[in-house]
Each structure stands twice: as C-alpha cells, then as structure tokens.
C-alpha cells in the first residue's frame, strides 16, 4: 500500500483538514511545554529544566544561584538575593 499524507480529499477539504490538524498540535504543544521531568545528575541529584520563556521573562541567567523551597503540594523556586 502506497504511503498517502493525507486521506483524498479536495484541496479545499485538505486545507481545512490541515488547518485543524495544525490547531490541534499547537494547543497540545502548548499544554505539554511546561510538563518536565526529572533528571539524575550524578549519583545523588536530580535535576529539572525550565522552559526558556520563563527563565528569559525572570531575568535569570546561566548558573544564577536559586533557592529551592519545599511547600504543601510541590516547590517554590526563587531568585537567591530576592527576599
């Protein structure tokens, strides 16, 4: 069976498709983004990434010292000179 990109359909039919396909993605990336995971950094570390557009909105820089606080529910992370 020859591989085939997208069902027939007509060209208008196939923007349409298209279009919703692409909506679809784009909001499912979105949800997605800021879903991470936990990664073991040598034999007793973790680590998790930030999403750049929260770093860059912040402020932060590379290897910016951070305070990382343990509350009900999950962690507070925060900039070590801010009080």
Do not use: C, H
């Not at 997208?6 to 879903?35: A, D, H, Q, W």
């Not at 570390?45 to 010292?65: F, H």
């Amino acid at each position: 069976m020859k591989y085939q990109p997208f069902p027939k359909l007509s060209l208008r039919n196939k923007n349409k498709y298209l279009n919703t396909y692409l909506k679809y993605m784009s909001v499912r990336k979105m949800e997605e983004k800021n879903i991470r995971k936990l990664t073991k950094v040598g034999r007793t570390s973790l680590a998790v990434t930030l999403p750049i557009e929260i770093v860059r909105a912040l402020g932060w820089r590379e290897k910016q010292r951070v305070v990382v606080k343990r509350i009900k529910g999950g962690l507070v992370i925060r900039d070590y000179r801010s009080k």
